[in-house]
């Protein structure tokens, strides 16, 4: 069976339950923390701000949606305590939405308005090590 299979298997079983996974990265600190238990749904309906499992070539990594750019088709994704942005995501390789980080239920109100506001901060986050490329250019004429 290959990972294709594996993958095709994954998607189907996700359809029908919640499937559970531990986090092994830093990369969503100070929300998910290395170990953190995620239960992930298959959801068609992705927003900015939802927290996603996407498969990659090798491995499989829970980012934020930062911005929509085609719809439901292309996603940008970004890990908050990352500087910069991910590869764009299409919804291929979306496995599901992660719903519940430990006990907190990221489907209430109150978490779907701060993951929306937090994706605007990760956004431009994301913006500024562009910036700060284009300032130091900029000073290197006055010099």
């Known amino acids: 069976m290959d990972k294709t299979d594996l993958l095709d298997i994954l998607k189907k079983s996700i359809r029908k339950n919640n499937l559970v996974v531990y986090n092994s990265g830093k990369s969503m ?4 923390k290395p170990n953190s238990r995620l239960t992930v749904k298959y959801s ?4 900015t701000g939802d927290i996603i499992l996407i498969d990659t070539t090798d491995h ?3 980012h934020r ?3 929509k750019i ?8 970004k890990g908050d305590s990352n500087l910069n942005f991910d590869k764009t995501v299409s919804s291929e390789s979306i496995i599901g ?5 430990n006990n907190i239920k990221l489907t209430t109100r109150k978490w779907s308005v701060l993951n ?8 431009a986050a994301g913006l500024l090590p562009a910036f700060l490329r284009q300032f130091k250019y900029s000073l290197q004429f006055l010099f």
């Not at 600190?29 to 998910?32: G, S, T, V, W």
């Open 70 to 77: 085609k719809g439901n088709s292309l996603f940008l994704t």
């Open 116 to 123: 929306y506001i937090i994706s605007k901060f990760s956004y």
């Open 60 to 62: 499989f990594v829970v």
């Open 97 to 101: 939405k992660v719903i519940k980080v």
């Open 29 to 32: 600190l100070p929300l998910i």
């Open 65 to 67: 949606v930062i911005k």
């Open 44 to 47: 068609c309906d992705i927003n």
